[in-house]
């Protein structure tokens, strides 16, 4: 089925479709997400239509100042106290044990809600002006890369999707780190721009998904989904010197220059730039018809561990 998307650069339009049950794309500072009103059942089904997306898959929810957690989660631990007060606004999910106003398809059936309060001000004036909270994920077709400007939304959901608020390209490029906060003891379940280092320096005892799974405590639902991934096949390497290209239509991706022999290439100056970079430059390379990419593979400290999480990923790696 397709429908118009309408494109603004005017939240107060983009909120009033969001209102009147509509699906609406709208920019953070990760990625572009794409918003169903959490009261609004029929939207929240045209979203995981929109998207591709499996219903046992569960949608972040987005709000626009922090006293709205106790809207949607029914506890607040004093580890999630501690983050938030840290780090919201900013780019990190909670997982919290969810309250009765949020529908077990937002949340795939389980009794927690991821919940995000974005810091991008037109992200916040659109979630201001929403009639409840917002459930969103990112907005790109499932299984594509994230979509971190506002041609790239268009590019997947064009004529399946409501409304399209443009905006600037997101400032960050990766999505939201996601902390479950429901159980015990806080756990990292997805790595993002808040790294682990400065999770750590507020909430010491965190700890990480790898020490889940050895302990079977169940894993972050939607991790199991492929994820970030571009036509071309994707290969990693940490030693970009070694890297011997025989295709012709190969592409780079990295901090180290370019390898010799790449037909596209992006030498990032620091790793936030490789982070916002990353999902434009997959897309910029599926659009030229290249068959490689070849990715840099940072250590895994600070950000390095979000951007190698996301490239593990797209090269079916994890
Ligand atoms: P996306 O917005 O596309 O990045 O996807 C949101 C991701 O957040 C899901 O794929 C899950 O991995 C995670 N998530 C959302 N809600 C929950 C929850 N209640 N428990 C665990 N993980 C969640
Ligand atoms: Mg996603």
Redesign the pocket.
């Known amino acids: 089925m397709t429908m118009q998307t309408t494109l603004t650069d005017s939240v107060e339009e983009a909120a009033a479709l969001l209102n009147a049950g509509g699906v609406v794309a709208f920019p953070t500072e990760t ?1 572009y ?1 794409l918003g169903a009103a959490i009261c609004h059942p029929a939207a929240l089904l045209q979203l995981f239509r929109a998207k591709g ?1 499996p219903a046992d ?4 929810v987005h709000i626009y100042r922090i006293e709205q957690v106790a809207e949607v989660a029914s506890a607040v631990s004093v580890q999630a106290a501690t983050l938030i007060e840290h780090f919201f606004p900013g780019p990190l ?1 909670l ?1 919290l044990k ?1 309250n009765r106003s949020v529908p077990y398809s937002v ?2 059936g ?1 009794e ?3 919940v995000r309060c974005p810091a991008n001000p037109i992200a916040r004036e659109f979630l201001r002006l929403a009639c409840c909270p917002v459930a ?3 907005a ?1 077709r499932s299984g594509l890369p ?1 979509a971190t400007s506002w041609e790239a939304v268009m590019e997947d959901l064009d004529g399946k999707i409501d409304c399209l608020l443009r905006g600037t390209p997101s400032a960050i490029g990766l ?2 780190t ?1 902390v ?1 906060c ?1 159980g015990g003891r806080a756990v990292l ?2 790595a993002g721009a808040i790294t682990l280092e400065q999770l750590r320096a507020v909430v010491p005892e965190i700890t990480t998904i790898a020490v889940t799974e050895r302990e079977e405590r169940p894993k ?4 199991k ?1 492929p ?1 970030y991934a571009p036509r071309a096949a994707i290969l990693l390497s940490a030693a970009v010197e070694k890297i011997d290209i025989k295709e012709s239509s190969a592409a780079y991706i990295g901090i180290s220059e370019q390898p010799k022999g790449v037909a596209l290439f992006k030498v990032c100056s620091s790793l936030e730039e490789y982070g916002r970079e990353l999902f434009g430059f997959f897309r910029l390379c599926d659009a030229r018809n290249i068959s490689v990419i070849y990715c840099e593979l940072p250590s895994d400290e600070g950000l390095g561990r979000a951007i190698r999480d996301r490239l593990m990923r797209a090269a079916g790696l994890a």
């Not at 972050?220 to 991790?223: A, I, N, R, V, Y």
């Open positions: 990625v997400g997306r898959n569960p949608l972040i999910t997982v969810k949340t795939a389980l927690t809600v991821g969103a994920p990112s790109n994230s999505e939201s996601i479950d429901s379940l997805r972050c639902p939607g991790l989904y994820h």
